[in-house]
């Protein structure tokens, strides 16, 4: 059990300060305050709390600083301050915040440390401390690597023990009976008579106490809310159609408006004819804006259709206009001068690779991939003289907030970000080009309010996607067994490409580059992991799961073909291998699950693929059937050590959607380029997977490994290879490549 | 022209080749309904006319046949919809902006089909993306929507 004391000193002190008719609970933060983004109009030395608890007339708020682009942060979040608290989630509101330095997420420093998480050595312990620090000093209120729950899972319940027993102190205050004696419930304390005092009451006077920072969390038996089946808070709206997105914002006198710009990314506008465009129907302006043009009209589709009339010249693309030359880029890049990391060299590969007469050798790829969420694109900004609101969707509030400051001129502090619900995100909302071309066109109409929606299309074409990817293997096998595994990776960096877009220079190696091939934590003799770093080609980003989403297809599925060369059983040789025991128990599990071994019938295989990624061993197996209509995925069993399963229902949905995704776009999607631009342009060209296509997916979530882990990604990274591995084994085809559909058919 | 939704008579002024999708978002302000893609890839901006399940990003305003049902006018958070409470009690949504659009697809089914095998689901449904991947959800919600109806 945590007690406060210990947690305190090496993070931070739950504090509370006076509001407008009541009180705030949260955290000073880490060593020096950090001002405060919700107590505006404050004393000076008042303001120095990070606020996740508002009690007031209103009644109770919680801040989940995380976005919410489906994965349920906003219920998770309020779910840990609540078990604490004593509130049930239908009598809160749940509101994420303005985006604040004091909301910094220390969890993604661990996944940005060159260790593996399964490294608890002091050099691997310290230097995420340094990394955490540097994070906290770039104020990155960011949602991303899956760190929302890892992030919150302390934070969050502390806050809210801190705040009942602050409200219990100012009971007794009030009634006289001693703290020992009252209890509560459901947002309130109940004396021993049997009477209620709402917190909404008593918030003022526990505004006037000092904060109760001796608590205990409450022992994990004890637990209401975490571990069971929770609604999610937004569960009613999005089951009745009432869930609003950024792109039904609507405002008075608002406009709405579209872009195009350079289809060849980065290029010049070298001209444009927009007389047709500014005849039509509702159009009442055309404007130049960063690399295209703007056409603002009285609603979304007279803006689109007075868009496609635009005629416009563009200048060519700052990368390769045809994809021959990013592969050869790629493939060119496995040279000692670009390798950027060798963390994973166990053994003598190099020897064993010399003196071998039979080493194998393969070569794979994983294509361009876009993001595209359901929920096009957009932003609504409104410039005022002395403010500018932003209204979006977004993972990144921080830069957004920073990015429109520099574009109007504005102080920081003269900008309101607020975040609203996304209709996914899957890592496109880490990017903020929109944001800055709302803002570059609203300033064209100072006082009204746009709203910029981007078309399918120029959202496809604009995707920044995931990284284009090829990797090398050689190994050996001697008598039965997997001796040597030397992979090399080659890819662009994402991060640098990623903070390029927000003028942030990332010095040092780029770890997504081998992340989910590197820490693998296999004991093979002789074992290398190399990443090569690409020259900068078209703009990529963070894609679900990011480096991993291609290497651990790679990882895999090579160690598939070793296991294959030295006839060895899959599932025995990985489990020999692996000398990890949380992860170890994952393949356990999924053996047991899907009854391993099993006779299947003619024309069915299965393939298991393991991944440890963003901290959390995942081990699938997938069996599909080869017919005459093609390859059929009929069956997925999933195994994920996650530390803690928050709520189980959200769990399973995260780790079916998780592999949904994984699997559909490893069988058809891609994104290309030619003549410098995207090929696909709608759902048509990139489809994923569609609900005849979806097997049947059993889930379990193991918890021994006592650290809590987010689940947003770790489902993707194994799936694509145990399909490749499936496919394999019922049909002989090694698929080395995605997506699949080029090798083989899908029915 | 005239348009009846959700049992409202409205009168707007818009082209005739403006999509139903985009006369009920940006004219009307029924936000239920969303644009997903515009071309019928997604089925995101599924409604009903007359009951029957439609893209409304493909049908123009002038070409409205019947009476125009939204998710709104099928049940609300008070007064859920047989397939909405299943929803809710299946927790299917992850970020839930193609739900609206499945749900109706998924209602215009159950009317003429109550007791769907999973083959007719899989026909019914396949034409509604869910890019988070809550596809064995919604098969559960359709089958739990199917036996509650065949019970009232």
Same mark, same amino acid.
């Given at each position: 059990?945590?007690?406060?004391?210990?947690?305190?000193?090496?993070?931070?002190?739950?504090?509370?300060?006076?509001?407008?008719?009541?009180?705030?609970?949260?955290?000073?933060?880490?060593?020096?305050?950090?001002?405060?983004?919700?107590?505006?109009?404050?004393?000076?030395?008042?303001?120095?709390?990070?606020?996740?608890?508002?009690?007031?007339?209103?009644?109770?708020?919680?801040?989940?600083?995380?976005?919410?682009?489906?994965?349920?942060?906003?219920?998770?979040?309020?779910?840990?301050?609540?078990?604490?608290?004593?509130?049930?989630?239908?009598?809160?509101?749940?509101?994420?915040?303005?985006?604040?330095?004091?909301?910094?997420?220390?969890?993604?420093?661990?996944?940005?440390?060159?260790?593996?998480?399964?490294?608890?050595?002091?050099?691997?312990?310290?230097?995420?401390?340094?990394?955490?620090?540097?994070?906290?000093?770039?104020?990155?209120?960011?949602?991303?690597?899956?760190?929302?729950?890892?992030?919150?899972?302390?934070?969050?319940?502390?806050?809210?023990?801190?705040?009942?027993?602050?409200?219990?102190?100012?009971?007794?205050?009030?009634?006289?009976?001693?703290?020992?004696?009252?209890?509560?419930?459901?947002?309130?304390?109940?004396?021993?008579?049997?009477?209620?005092?709402?917190?909404?009451?008593?918030?003022?006077?526990?505004?006037?106490?000092?904060?109760?920072?001796?608590?205990?969390?409450?022992?994990?038996?004890?637990?209401?809310?975490?571990?069971?089946?929770?609604?999610?808070?937004?569960?009613?709206?999005?089951?009745?159609?009432?869930?609003?997105?950024?792109?039904?914002?609507?405002?008075?006198?608002?406009?709405?408006?579209?872009?195009?710009?350079?289809?060849?990314?980065?290029?010049?506008?070298?001209?444009?004819?927009?007389?047709?465009?500014?005849?039509?129907?509702?159009?009442?302006?055309?404007?130049?804006?960063?690399?295209?043009?703007?056409?603002?009209?009285?609603?979304?589709?007279?803006?689109?259709?007075?868009?496609?009339?635009?005629?416009?010249?563009?200048?060519?693309?700052?990368?390769?206009?045809?994809?021959?030359?990013?592969?050869?880029?790629?493939?060119?890049?496995?040279?000692?001068?670009?390798?950027?990391?060798?963390?994973?060299?166990?053994?003598?590969?190099?020897?064993?690779?010399?003196?071998?007469?039979?080493?194998?050798?393969?070569?794979?790829?994983?294509?361009?991939?876009?993001?595209?969420?359901?929920?096009?694109?957009?932003?609504?900004?409104?410039?005022?003289?002395?403010?500018?609101?932003?209204?979006?969707?977004?993972?990144?509030?921080?830069?957004?907030?920073?990015?429109?400051?520099?574009?109007?001129?504005?102080?920081?502090?003269?900008?309101?970000?607020?975040?609203?619900?996304?209709?996914?995100?899957?890592?496109?909302?880490?990017?903020?080009?929109?944001?800055?071309?709302?803002?570059?066109?609203?300033?064209?109409?100072?006082?009204?309010?746009?709203?910029?929606?981007?078309?399918?299309?120029?959202?496809?074409?604009?995707?920044?996607?995931?990284?284009?990817?090829?990797?090398?293997?050689?190994?050996?096998?001697?008598?039965?067994?997997?001796?040597?595994?030397?992979?090399?990776?080659?890819?662009?960096?994402?991060?640098?490409?990623?903070?390029?877009?927000?003028?942030?220079?990332?010095?040092?190696?780029?770890?997504?580059?081998?992340?989910?091939?590197?820490?693998?934590?296999?004991?093979?003799?002789?074992?290398?992991?190399?990443?090569?770093?690409?020259?900068?080609?078209?703009?990529?980003?963070?894609?679900?799961?990011?480096?991993?989403?291609?290497?651990?297809?790679?990882?895999?599925?090579?160690?598939?073909?070793?296991?294959?060369?030295?006839?060895?059983?899959?599932?025995?040789?990985?489990?020999?291998?692996?000398?990890?025991?949380?992860? !170890?128990?994952?393949?356990?599990?999924?053996?047991?699950?899907?009854?391993?071994?099993?006779?299947?019938?003619?024309?069915?295989?299965?393939?298991?693929?393991?991944?440890?990624?963003?901290?959390?061993?995942?081990?699938?197996?997938?069996?599909?059937?080869?017919?005459?209509?093609?390859?059929?995925?009929?069956?997925?069993?999933?195994?994920?050590?996650?530390?803690?399963?928050?709520?189980?229902?959200?769990?399973?949905?995260?780790?079916?959607?998780?592999?949904?995704?994984?699997?559909?776009?490893?069988?058809?999607?891609?994104?290309?380029?030619?003549?410098?631009?995207?090929?696909?342009?709608?759902?048509?060209?990139?489809?994923?997977?569609?609900?005849?296509?979806?097997?049947?997916?059993?889930? !379990?979530?193991?918890?021994?490994?006592?650290?809590?882990?987010?689940?947003?990604?770790?489902?993707?990274?194994?799936?694509?290879?145990?399909?490749?591995?499936?496919?394999?084994?019922?049909?002989?085809?090694?698929?080395?490549?995605?997506?699949?559909?080029?090798?083989?058919?899908?029915? | 022209?005239?348009?009846?939704?959700?049992?409202?008579?409205?009168?707007?002024?818009?082209?005739?080749?403006?999509?139903?999708?985009?006369?009920?978002?940006?004219?009307?302000?029924?936000?239920?309904?969303?644009?997903?893609?515009?071309?019928?890839?997604?089925?995101?901006?599924?409604?009903?006319?007359?009951?029957?399940?439609?893209?409304?990003?493909?049908?123009?305003?002038?070409?409205?046949?019947?009476?125009?049902?939204?998710?709104?006018?099928?049940?609300?958070?008070?007064?859920?919809?047989?397939?909405?409470?299943?929803?809710?009690?299946?927790?299917?949504?992850?970020?839930?902006?193609?739900?609206?659009?499945?749900?109706?697809?998924?209602?215009?089914?159950?009317?003429?089909?109550?007791?769907?095998?999973?083959?007719?689901?899989?026909?019914?449904?396949?034409?509604?993306?869910?890019?988070?991947?809550?596809?064995?959800?919604?098969?559960?919600?359709?089958?739990?929507?199917?036996?509650?109806?065949?019970?009232?």
């Amino acid at each position: 059990m945590s007690r406060i004391g210990t947690i305190a000193r090496r993070t931070f002190l739950v504090a509370s300060s006076a509001i407008v008719g009541g009180v705030a609970f949260g955290y000073y933060a880490y060593k020096r305050p950090v001002a405060n983004p919700l107590l505006d109009g404050l004393a000076e030395g008042e303001a120095a709390l990070t606020p996740y608890v508002r009690i007031d007339a209103s009644g109770i708020t919680l801040t989940t600083p995380r976005a919410d682009s489906g994965q349920g942060a906003y219920s998770v979040q309020a779910a840990l301050i609540a078990e604490e608290l004593d509130v049930e989630l239908d009598q809160v509101r749940v509101d994420p915040g303005p985006p604040d330095p004091a909301y910094y997420n220390t969890a993604l420093a661990a996944d940005a440390a060159p260790f593996s998480p399964t490294d608890n050595s002091f050099a691997a312990r310290s230097t995420r401390g340094v990394m955490d620090a540097m994070l906290k000093f770039m104020g990155l209120q960011i949602t991303g690597g899956s760190t929302t729950v890892p992030d919150s899972f302390e934070k969050l319940r502390l806050a809210g023990a801190v705040a009942r027993e602050t409200l219990k102190a100012a009971a007794a205050q009030q009634t006289g009976v001693a703290v020992a004696d009252l209890r509560t419930a459901r947002g309130a304390v109940e004396l021993p008579d049997g009477e209620t005092l709402s917190y909404v009451a008593l918030a003022p006077v526990a505004a006037t106490l000092e904060p109760v920072n001796d608590v205990a969390l409450r022992d994990p038996s004890t637990w209401r809310l975490i571990g069971k089946p929770m609604e999610r808070v937004d569960i009613v709206a999005k089951s009745t159609g009432t869930q609003t997105y950024g792109i039904d914002m609507e405002l008075d006198g608002m406009v709405h408006a579209t872009v195009r710009t350079n289809p060849r990314r980065y290029g010049e506008m070298l001209g444009f004819d927009d007389t047709a465009a500014r005849e039509m129907r509702g159009v009442l302006d055309v404007v130049s804006i960063t690399g295209g043009v703007a056409v603002v009209a009285d609603n979304t589709w007279r803006a689109f259709q007075a868009a496609a009339a635009l005629e416009i010249e563009w200048g060519p693309a700052a990368y390769p206009p045809e994809m021959a030359a990013h592969w050869q880029t790629l493939s060119d890049s496995f040279v000692e001068d670009r390798l950027d990391t060798r963390f994973r060299d166990d053994g003598d590969v190099a020897a064993m690779l010399e003196n071998a007469t039979d080493v194998v050798e393969v070569a794979y790829r994983a294509p361009y991939l876009a993001h595209q969420p359901l929920e096009p694109i957009n932003a609504t900004v409104l410039v005022q003289d002395d403010r500018v609101d932003v209204w979006t969707g977004t993972q990144i509030p921080r830069f957004v907030q920073d990015n429109v400051a520099a574009i109007t001129g504005k102080d920081t502090d003269q900008v309101h970000v607020h975040v609203l619900m996304m209709g996914g995100s899957f890592g496109h909302r880490l990017e903020d080009r929109v944001v800055r071309e709302a803002t570059e066109i609203a300033m064209t109409r100072p006082g009204t309010p746009v709203k910029l929606t981007y078309s399918r299309e120029e959202d496809f074409t604009h995707d920044d996607t995931r990284q284009i990817a090829m990797a090398r293997g050689r190994g050996v096998v001697r008598d039965g067994r997997v001796e040597a595994y030397d992979l090399g990776i080659a890819m662009p960096s994402v991060i640098a490409s990623q903070m390029g877009r927000q003028g942030l220079p990332v010095p040092g190696p780029d770890l997504q580059i081998v992340a989910g091939a590197w820490e693998q934590p296999f004991a093979i003799p002789n074992y290398r992991v190399s990443g090569y770093r690409a020259p900068e080609l078209a703009p990529i980003s963070s894609w679900r799961a990011v480096g991993a989403s291609s290497n651990g297809f790679f990882h895999d599925v090579f160690l598939d073909e070793l296991i294959h060369a030295a006839g060895a059983d899959p599932m025995e040789e990985r489990l020999r291998l692996m000398w990890h025991d949380p992860s !170890r128990k994952t393949l356990e599990a999924v053996a047991e699950m899907s009854d391993w071994g099993a006779a299947l019938p003619e024309g069915t295989g299965r393939g298991v693929a393991f991944c440890l990624s963003f901290g959390v061993p995942v081990a699938q197996v997938i069996e599909v059937s080869s017919t005459d209509a093609g390859i059929i995925i009929d069956k997925v069993w999933c195994a994920a050590e996650v530390g803690r399963v928050i709520d189980p229902i959200m769990f399973e949905n995260m780790v079916q959607g998780g592999i949904v995704w994984a699997l559909g776009h490893a069988m058809n999607s891609e994104i290309t380029y030619s003549d410098g631009m995207v090929e696909q342009q709608n759902y048509y060209d990139a489809e994923g997977m569609r609900q005849y296509q979806a097997p049947q997916i059993m889930v !379990r979530g193991l918890e021994n490994s006592g650290a809590v882990r987010g689940i947003g990604e770790p489902m993707v990274p194994p799936a694509s290879a145990a399909l490749s591995n499936a496919i394999f084994a019922a049909t002989g085809t090694r698929v080395r490549e995605m997506p699949m559909a080029k090798v083989v058919d899908f029915v | 022209m005239k348009l009846k939704v959700n049992g409202t008579q409205h009168d707007v002024d818009v082209e005739d080749d403006m999509p139903l999708l985009w006369v009920l978002r940006d004219a009307l302000d029924i936000k239920g309904v969303k644009f997903g893609c515009g071309v019928a890839q997604c089925g995101a901006c599924t409604v009903h006319i007359d009951g029957e399940a439609v893209r409304s990003c493909q049908v123009s305003a002038a070409d409205v046949w019947g009476d125009v049902t939204t998710i709104e006018g099928l049940g609300t958070p008070e007064a859920m919809h047989a397939v909405q409470q299943a929803w809710h009690a299946h927790q299917v949504a992850q970020c839930g902006y193609c739900q609206a659009g499945q749900m109706m697809q998924a209602a215009a089914l159950l009317a003429e089909n109550t007791a769907p095998s999973d083959a007719d689901i899989d026909d019914a449904m396949s034409g509604n993306l869910c890019r988070c991947g809550a596809y064995p959800r919604i098969r559960a919600a359709i089958k739990t929507a199917a036996q509650k109806m065949q019970e009232a």
